[in-house]
């Protein structure tokens, strides 16, 4: 058992004294679409304890629809830090300085 799944087991351990808290936040970059059995017990808990579950991304609530089968109204989506913009040339946003 890898260090991640131990921690993770620990922490299902410790959830339910957590029972006041309404929503856990899924804070990882990604969605573990082929959990070990340790890391399924651990997210599966925290949804079961959770009212709302928290994700930052459309690909992270995809998958813990397909791979937990956790409804959609469970799931909220907060996107992470700043807008993906398309790159421009720093150059062309410049305006001439005229003396």
Known sequence: MNMASMAGL????????????DAGC?????CLRDPDSNQ?????EVA?????????????????????????????IIPHGVPDFQFMDPQLLQRPVRY
């Open 26 to 30: 899924d804070h990882a970059a990604h």
């Open 40 to 44: 399924r017990i651990v997210l599966e």
């Open 48 to 76: 079961r304890l959770s009212d709302r579950l928290v994700v930052m991304s459309e690909q992270s609530a995809q998958c813990l629809r397909e791979v937990y089968a956790i409804p959609n109204e469970k799931i909220d």
């Open 10 to 21: 620990q922490a299902a351990t410790f959830l339910p004294s957590c029972a006041n808290e």
